[in-house]
């Protein structure tokens, strides 16, 4: 038989975790919003859309200098989190759509998550769709001429307007809050098609948030960075989107 010392313990801890306020718990929440673009510090200078609606998200790296590329913007609903929760963990879980061997990425290429500025909160994640008609004015594939339409800032069938960015015509880092929070390292995991990967956020990003609701509605930035300062090949990392089976998921423990 138990001792009224023994029984005065389980009664303890049964008591500690059934109070509601000490339980542990998680939240799962997929973004309210996902865009992808194009990105360069050289003319022809692009803050465009490559991707919107349905398509895949993700990040890249494009032959010759590092300045050229690819970026993506999500953001979640952060009111879900219930009133007066302290996170204690945050994982980010992406899933690829492409396999890419980790020696694919031989500039120690890695996947980088920004806290984007709160003044750059009023994007919107567009459709996917462009103006332009594409047998008499065809949008061209990245590296050429073509003019790109802001789809990251359309907001209806008629008004298409771009969006200033912090640094002026293009996403730079100027547009960022401080350096990345997080990174993935792609040249030792590599990237396997349909399998996720995660990457462990600070619990104080989702802190931030919760106190600064622009800073939630800027969302975070998945980039590309490399050691390379020259890439001889572009080098692309892609994810299913909100809209897809496996979407991106923030799994939120508090």
Known sequence: MN?????SRWLLIISFCAAPGLRAATLELEPTADVTFLYSSTPPVRQNLLNGG?????ASLHSGGIDRGSCSLLRFDVGKIPVGARVKKATLILTPVYSYAAAV???QERLSV???AAENAGWVEGTGESLREPETDP????GA???YLNMESHTDDTTHEGVRWLSGGHIGLMDFTENEVASYPLSEMGLTK???MEISLPPSLIENWQKNRDLAKAGIVLWMNSDARQVPESKFAIFQSRESPQPPVLVLEY
């Not at 001792?3 to 029984?7: C, D, F, G, K, V």
């Not at 349905?54 to 993700?58: K, L, M, R, W």
């Not at 949008?139 to 990245?142: F, M, R």
């Open 114 to 116: 920004y806290q984007l």
């Open 194 to 196: 349909e399998q996720t």
């Open 105 to 107: 990425y031989e500039g």
């Open 145 to 147: 001429n073509g003019l």
């Open 54 to 58: 349905a398509a895949p998200i993700g």
């Open 3 to 7: 001792s009224p010392l023994e029984i």
């Open 139 to 142: 949008i061209t594939v990245p």
